[in-house]
Nanobody, 118 residues
């Protein structure tokens, strides 16, 4: 079992920056990969940034060049640095961990809200 807790959300003006943080607890040695997703009101949850099986990083096209994901495997943490934020980045951001639990199993945090407005 893995528990994920996000922090770092809040309100920021367009052009501003925020850093989200996610800490895993439990059997963190079983975490295969981690990533960030977001869900805006009335929209489906979408991938923002994640580590791939090959160790590279996928970013959504809309955040390339503005967001940076990092991870500390030993500590079971991941962070998302978000620069030049835009109103369309407003969403609840969720931390995701794929865990070797028999088959790969998705675990999710409860989310942290990011609001970008003037």
């Amino acid at each position: 079992q893995i528990q994920l807790v996000e922090s770092g959300g809040g309100w920021v003006q367009p052009g501003g920056s925020l850093r989200l943080f996610c800490a895993a607890s439990g059997n963190i040695a079983d975490i295969f990969r981690m990533g960030w997703y977001r869900q805006a009101p009335g929209r489906y949850r979408e991938m923002v940034a994640r580590f791939t099986t090959g160790g590279t990083i996928d970013y959504a096209d809309s955040v390339k060049g503005r967001f940076t994901i990092s991870r500390n495997n030993a500590r079971g943490t991941t962070s998302l640095r978000m620069n030049n934020l835009k109103p369309e980045d407003t969403a609840v951001y969720f931390c995701n961990a794929e865990v070797v639990d028999g088959p790969l199993t998705d675990y999710w945090g409860k989310g942290t809200r990011v609001t970008v407005s003037a």
